[in-house]
């Protein structure tokens, strides 16, 4: 474990209660056990960062060591210790604050999730895995929206059904009008389970669905079965009948899967 001069630290007056925590977490680093051989410096710096996370001894909010204090601490170089920030940084777990330092994020950004984005577009044509995929996460939000769904939140999905009737009634369900309202009418049904950790992972998901609708073939008639497929998803959440609700969702997966999985 390192002493850190009590008073001052980097020209910056601190607390003791902010230095005792701090050496608190060096003496976590210095704990974290040694390098695994198959593991890159880096590999291990953000590894060791996760695992304290996970246990709870690092938490959102806590301020990091320095970029020296850390190198002595796993015993591995600066340089390594930087690139390693610079990608945690990249991901949305730790903030750098200029003349600060450097902190580990408060609440979510959605860069935690471009690298599982990346992953599902590379296996964009696997459309088994990704109608499974669609299946599980729409089946579980509208489990908790029967559950959890308020008047206002009912309210609000009716009102995007209206707006998505208008649109087609009006010839104007293409383009950047599909995506509006595939977007407005799924968000609106995360918000109606009232986690935001379902909506944070389930808005992201569905962007890669969503944005594929322009890619259905001029056969289909996307703003027919749009209306089609959210009316009785809407009817089900508002009469707090899963089934229901449920087996309209299974129906919209399986018009989706017919506009995309060309010869499947």
Not at 29 to 41: M, N, R, V
Not at 117 to 145: D, P, Q, T, W
Request: aromatic share 8%.
């Amino acid at each position: 474990m390192f002493i850190i001069k009590k008073g001052f630290k980097g020209g910056m007056r601190v607390s003791n209660w902010e230095e005792d925590k701090q050496d608190a977490i060096i003496s976590e680093f210095s704990e974290i056990g040694h390098k695994q051989i198959k593991q890159t410096a880096t590999e291990y710096i953000i590894d060791s960062i996760k695992k304290l996370l996970i246990t709870g001894k690092i938490k959102p909010g806590d301020k990091l060591p320095s970029e020296t204090e850390l190198a002595q601490s796993l015993g591995v170089s600066r340089g390594s210790i930087r690139e390693s920030m610079k990608i945690l940084a990249a991901n949305g777990i730790i903030s750098v604050k200029r003349g600060d330092g450097t902190y580990i994020e408060v609440g979510s950004s959605n860069a935690i999730f471009d690298p599982l984005l990346f992953r599902l577009i590379l296996n964009r044509n696997n459309y088994h895995e990704l109608k499974e995929l669609r299946e599980m996460l729409e089946i579980g939000v509208i489990s908790l929206a029967v559950q959890n769904a308020t008047d206002a939140d009912i309210e609000k999905l009716k009102n995007c059904y209206e707006h998505l009737k208008e649109k087609v009634e009006k010839n104007e369900y293409t383009g950047d009008a599909i995506i509006e309202c595939e977007k407005m009418f799924h968000k609106a049904m995360s918000e109606a389970t009232h986690n935001e950790l379902v909506q944070m992972v389930y808005n992201y998901i569905m962007d890669l669905f969503i944005m594929r609708l322009k890619e259905a073939e001029p056969k289909y008639d996307i703003g027919q079965n749009a209306l089609a497929s959210h009316k009785p998803i809407i009817e089900g959440i508002a009469k707090r009948d899963f089934e229901k609700a449920a087996e309209a969702v299974k129906h919209s997966i399986e018009i989706w899967k017919n506009q995309f999985m060309k010869g499947d």
